[in-house]
């Protein structure tokens, strides 16, 4: 069941169901774009309707953050629980291990990816890590990074089943949509900044922030150049307050 929240469809799913979802999407063969949609750019699609667009147009959306969820339940239209990026992405690598599906890793700062590659690897080594590749690649290329057509070959020649792109909302989903069928992958999901954390770059917040919904509290605490991120919070209250308010 998918859900209406400020103009972006949502899907009311578990983390369980979210993967087994995407577990049918591989089988499929087809190509399948899934976002992980936080507060931060549910509030910018207000003022971008190419991104809501993009957004609607997914295959699977899920609440990848507490604002999500309770702006959907403020709506009247309350779904499960969040479905977070990281959370999903390492029960896909898990799966991807057992099912012996190919995974790339696309995202990051130079090096990040292969790290992170390389600590999934030592995890589950039965693990098909077809290829990892940095997120500061642009369209034109230049002598230390390859062009977007580059990596967009790099993804295609790897034979990969899952994509996973770190490169930070909303880019790595404008880069999915934008290739998805020149992929070759049968899914191709955003997780942000997921790959920092794998890799141990960046600790994740503690257990009990995770439990009490503040982990952004503790990336703020640990990354305090995010406070221009976290200060678009209140906006994002306020306006899921007035357009629930306004459909009274």
């Given at each position: 069941m998918r859900v209406k929240i400020l103009g972006a469809w949502v899907d009311a799913l578990k983390m369980e169901e979210a993967e087994e979802q995407i577990a049918g999407f591989v089988r499929s063969g087809r190509p399948h774009q899934v976002v992980t949609l936080n507060p931060e750019i549910l509030y910018r699609v207000q003022q971008e309707?190419?991104?809501?667009?993009?957004?609607n147009h997914a295959h699977l959306v899920t609440a990848d953050g507490t604002g999500v969820v309770w702006a959907c339940r403020v709506a009247g239209q309350p779904i499960p629980e969040r479905v977070t990026g990281i959370d999903l992405m390492l029960r896909l690598v898990a799966r991807s291990a057992k099912e012996g599906w190919r995974i790339f890793l696309l995202g990051g700062e130079p090096g990040v990816a292969q790290e992170a590659s390389r600590r999934l690897q030592q995890r589950y080594p039965r693990l098909l890590?077809?290829?990892?590749?940095?997120?500061?690649?642009?369209?034109?290329?230049?002598?230390?990074?390859?062009?977007?057509?580059?990596?967009?070959?790099?993804?295609?020649?790897?034979?990969?089943?899952?994509?996973?792109?770190?490169?930070?909302?909303?880019?790595?989903?404008?880069?999915?949509?934008?290739?998805?069928?020149?992929?070759?992958?049968?899914?191709?999901?955003?997780?942000?900044?997921?790959?920092?954390?794998?890799?141990?770059?960046?600790?994740?917040?503690?257990?009990?922030?995770?439990r009490m919904r503040v982990e952004w509290l503790g990336r703020l605490l640990k990354e305090p150049c995010r406070i221009k991120r976290v200060l678009v919070l209140p906006k994002f209250v306020w306006l899921v307050i007035r357009h629930s308010l306004s459909n009274r």
């Open positions: 309707p190419e991104l809501l667009d993009l957004i890590i077809a290829g990892a590749y940095h997120g500061y690649f642009s369209n034109t290329g230049n002598s230390s990074s390859h062009s977007e057509v580059e990596v967009i070959e790099m993804i295609r020649s790897s034979h990969s089943q899952l994509l996973f792109a770190g490169m930070g909302a909303p880019r790595q989903d404008q880069f999915i949509a934008r290739n998805l069928n020149h992929l070759h992958v049968h899914v191709a999901m955003g997780v942000g900044g997921s790959f920092d954390v794998v890799a141990g770059r960046v600790a994740r917040a503690p257990a009990w922030m995770q």
